[in-house]
């Protein structure tokens, strides 16, 4: 069964940590770019991080950079995305999702692959 699975959401206090975790199952993440994208309360779901499967090249949403940083490990078929100084407007559903390198920065319906979300709330 091909899947992709996040994990790690959760609730933290602004200015906290999350790291959050993408397996996938049934396929190999190493052919593909994989893209983290979030959907807010009222917001349109948006890409905030991908990281290509060729060369590794990584894209940050200007909201996040410099404190989220994505990273993959082939091996073990993970993708992560390790999330510091967090801020309430972080709060959103993440969701990771894979296409090939050429469609990384595709809407999100014409990537090959989904998974349900994790949420992550950032509030006192």
């Known amino acids: 069964q091909v899947q992709l699975v996040e994990s790690g959401g959760g609730l933290v206090q602004p200015g906290g940590s999350l790291r959050l975790s993408c397996a996938a199952s049934?396929?190999?993440?190493?052919?593909?770019?994989i893209t983290w994208f979030r959907k807010a309360p009222g917001k349109e779901r948006g890409a905030v991080s991908w990281?290509?499967?060729?060369?590794?090249?990584?894209f940050y949403a200007d909201s996040v950079k410099g404190r989220f940083t994505i990273s993959r490990d082939n091996a073990k078929n993970m993708v992560y995305l390790q999330m510091n100084r967090l801020k309430p407007e972080d709060t959103a559903v993440y969701y990771c999702?894979?296409?090939?390198?050429?469609?990384?920065?595709?809407?999100?319906?014409?990537?090959?692959?989904w998974g349900q979300g994790t949420q992550v709330t950032v509030s006192t």
């Open positions: 999702a894979a296409a090939p390198d050429s469609r990384v920065v595709a809407p999100w319906g014409d990537y090959d692959y």
């Open positions: 049934g396929f190999s993440l190493d052919a593909y770019a």
């Open positions: 990281i290509k499967s060729s060369d590794g090249s990584t």
